[in-house]
């Protein structure tokens, strides 16, 4: 049995390199790499993905988990090579169902669409990338047709992302989380707004750099293990245990988007760079969903990077940093702008208490392209016209539409939005775990020690990498299911008090 697991480790671990090559590719794409590099890279990027694919559904694989399987039975649920076999059986079954050259196609066309939207954002037009989004469509449709059996098109696709959950549960979610939010935005938004103008004074973009890597140095970002780069839409990758590295993006005339997303991405980087390093080079060495991940980037960027304790630590910081711009701002006047509510058309600089709106309208549109009830070419009127019922907003063009977020034109239409809204709901599952556990937190957070909180964030969540699901998960951590109820809580209790409602 040892020298079949060693064998098959071996096996797993050459497929990981290849699908970590490919990733530094992508890595490239997206930060350094000329445009004039996009056509070959695709290519490229399209090969590297067709042998990674090959070498992860390699027959061999299949007959070595049967032969482990009577092994995999007699251990109990939680032991790591147990948990090894079952994801890698859960892998395999999935990857051996999309042929190797949709694979390859996939990843060619994607790419190619990737650097078309990089043009076509900031030309606003939608007319560029409207062919290569067809496309795509037919493409994502091919993907779920692999998993015939489904009760929605879109299932096989969330499923990827979001393993155990479907279309339905994730309808059933969305509409309980709506119908707590409605009101409360309905609250805030009939009062007068908040200024938030300290917000959009002229910041130099190194001096926001070099702040945002000092708080997450301190949240616990290993820069031995990690980087920050400059990119259009700021994402964070993996090459191994000891290469986590960060992106972001930066507004000289918008403090906001450099420092949220900067705190947002390391708190994915957290839990990649704290997955047990017995898990490399296997499907364990990963976060477990996307629900999950989003959990962790959420809650270092809002629950923890937006709360009073936090800028009570690092507003008198901020403001030596940026003494014109700030001197004259209080602490009151920070916080209350940087947690301004208010309807907006772009979803990555949306606040927390309309972020989930944003999402939900992207998942529907998905759904109905999906279905075929919605056309590509209606796509961006369809934006438009959720924007204004949802948010009554409409985007003077389609940069601030359809065109401003980067996962339809970088990948499949489908799987890719619900994870941001599952992640919200359980970001404040998961840290009133942590409260119960130490309600010493917030009074550290104040005093920028993040120690306690990332410990225990380690041992219950980040450490098992893929061991558990996330529905398993979930269940370990809070001793329950999904529920909408803990963040509806939060978000009163704090806007509650912001806005005195
Ligand atoms: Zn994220």
Redesign the pocket.
Known sequence: MEQKLAELKARLMEASDLYSALSVLEWDQTTYMPPGGAEARGRQMGLLGQMAHERSVDPAIGRLLDDLQPYAESLPYDHDDAALIRATRRQYEKDTKVPKELIGELITHTTNTYQTWTEARPANDFARVRPLLEKTLDLSRKVADCFPGYDHIADPLIDQSDYGMKAADVRRVFAELRAGLVPIVKAITSQAPTDDSVIYSHYPPQQQLDFGIGIIKQYGYDFNRGRQDLTHHPFMTKFSSGDVRITTHVKETDIRDALFSTL?EAG?ALYEQGINPAYEGTPLNGGTSSGV??SQ?RLWENIVGRSREFWEYYFPQLQAAFPDQLRAVSLDQWHRAINKVGASLIRIDADEVTYNLHVMIRFDLELALLEGSLEIKDLPEAWHNRYASDLGVTAPDDRDGVLQDVHWYGGLIGGAFQGYTLGNLLSAQFYGKALEAHPSIPTEIGQGKFDTLHGWLKENIYTHGSKFTAPELVERVTGGGLQVEPLLNYLRTKYGALYRL
């Open positions: 947002h994915h991940h989003e980037s």
